[in-house]
């Protein structure tokens, strides 16, 4: 390779890195601006919980992806080439230390930390359901097996492709520069997102079917007056197809671009993909709370001065 050639390699190498780096500080950005704007939510609704089920997922789907970008961004932001001349120029250490931090990093964090954040958004899918199907359990060991099978599917397509590509995640593109990068094309790292994209048409499908089954063209065109129970059922759809609508688009693109396109994509797409579920599906846990106690306010509404009529009631109210 001429020095050419080096020098334009070089240059474009750090051009992705910074792209890299930028997208994963924007994906933070939308993550930490989200958590400001339902931190009120947040409190009212799930700090003063006791322990439960909902409340688990809650927290660990809100805060997991903001502790993992925040530590991605760190990762990026310190200056990796003056760690690693430090580490080989005044203290020896191989430079085989360097790539396997490096390897870690790429292969096991933060496809780790992305991974659990898709499975703990399908636990609140299957809780959802479990939820509006009336607590029927033999359902929810239905979803939890195919849930079950299909992480093994994405988990084990995601190791293969780590196993693969040791050694093209390196931290040394050439001799002297040090840049944490994917440096060869992943080849079935696509296929990682058809799992998941079965599990969530399927918990879609059983939402659909029990939304418009129960309420039928009601849901779409709903009455002047629906009961609470009628908003919840709608905004439990609502919620989902929202979510679902999201995710086919986000995923099929991720699976198109990580077939037909370069490297470069891997650390480019990840934070922001992974931001914007991680947004959906923390507002449908926090809009089940917010819906019923608007629902519930609406029901006990207190007339205004002007119409009210002071007699005595025949029965005591019972809205707080």
Known sequence: ???????????????????????????????????????????????????????????????????????????????TSALSTVRHQKLL????????????WLGSWTSGTHTAEIFIIQMILSYRIYAVYECNRRLLIYLSILLLCTSTAATATLSMQVQATKGTLTNEPAPGIYICDVTAKLKFIWAYWIPILIFESVVFALMAHKALNQWGVRLLQPKASPSIGEKMVA????????????????????????????????NTAHGPSFAIISVLANRMLLNLPATYELAHRDECNVPTLQTMKFERPDEPMHCH
């Open 1 to 79: 390779m001429t020095p050419g050639n080096l020098n334009q390699n070089l240059i474009n190498a750090y051009e992705q890195y910074t792209v890299a780096e930028q997208t994963k500080v924007a994906a933070l950005a939308v993550l930490l601006y989200d958590w400001m704007l339902t931190f009120d939510r947040e409190v009212k609704y799930f700090w003063k919980l006791e322990f439960s089920i909902p409340r688990i997922l809650y927290f660990t789907s809100r805060y997991l992806p903001i502790i993992a970008e925040l530590l991605n961004v760190v990762g990026y932001a310190i200056s």
């Open 235 to 266: 905004i439990l759809f609502y919620d989902s197809f929202i979510y679902f609508v999201s995710v086919l688009v986000v995923f099929t693109t991720l699976t198109f671009l990580f077939r037909y396109t370069s490297e470069n994509v891997f």
């Open 93 to 104: 250490l191989p430079a085989s230390d360097d790539e396997s931090r490096c390897q870690y």
